[in-house]
């Protein structure tokens, strides 16, 4: 019975996503799923960015509640940049560096709120060590679709460097049982236009891996 009423208690979860709205609004869609079964979430996201989600059903006005952490101003950013979609790809660097700066914001906030959860992005490599020294229980949302991730290999193979798929070229043939296609996946694909869609996903990781976003 206890453990009954344990699983129905309602919990507090944080949202963190990527100051891109391509991160933003899959983060806000899975805070409406949470807070649909009966869970508080504090969605946290600099001014800027809340003012311009789209406005919440009023079922939700009482279980999400945005929490505003001013981005620090750097002069190599235009005036109330605080997204991607406000800088072009020669300032990503500096909005990280200011995305950085959230750091003691987002210490001070589960400090004083007490959450059960923190659901983040995979930007910022500060916040599971602050969560885990406050015992805060953490969890990597990441938006990108699982083929993706499955194409491109298991972590330890990307971490340490030893996929046999060295060049862009190497990622152009489409997993289709051929002698190419990377030794964890198996069978056969109908996909269209995959090289297309390799090389508008490295040129986009090279902006990222350059900016710090991923390294």
């Not at 996503?17 to 391509?22: D, I, R, S």
């Not at 649909?36 to 999400?64: C, E, M, Q, V, Y």
Request: charged share 20%; hydrophobic share 45%.
């Amino acid at each position: 019975m206890a453990a009954a009423k344990e699983q129905k208690r309602s919990l507090h979860i944080v949202m963190f996503p990527l100051l891109a709205f391509g991160h933003i609004i899959p983060y806000l869609e899975l805070s409406k799923l949470i807070a649909l079964k009966g869970h508080k979430i504090s969605f946290i996201s600099t001014p800027r960015n809340i003012d311009r989600l789209p406005k919440l059903p009023p079922i939700f006005a009482s279980s999400i509640n945005f929490v505003k952490i001013p981005l620090p101003k750097l002069d190599e950013l235009p005036e109330n940049a605080e997204a991607t979609m406000d800088i072009n790809g020669g300032q990503m660097d500096y909005l990280k560096k200011a995305f950085d700066g959230l750091e003691s914001g987002l210490t001070r906030f589960p400090e004083d709120s007490d959450p059960d959860w923190i659901i983040y992005d995979f930007a910022p490599h500060w916040l599971p060590p602050i969560a885990a020294r406050l015992g805060v229980s953490r969890a990597f949302f990441l938006i990108i679709n699982a083929w993706f991730l499955a194409f491109f290999g298991p972590a330890d193979a990307m971490i340490s460097g030893s996929d046999y798929r060295t060049k862009p070229e190497d990622f152009m043939v489409p997993p289709n049982g051929s002698s190419s296609t990377p030794k964890w996946l198996t069978g056969a694909t109908k996909l269209i236009g995959w090289s297309g869609r390799v090389r508008r996903t490295i040129r986009a990781s090279r902006i990222f891996t350059v900016a710090g976003w991923c390294g």
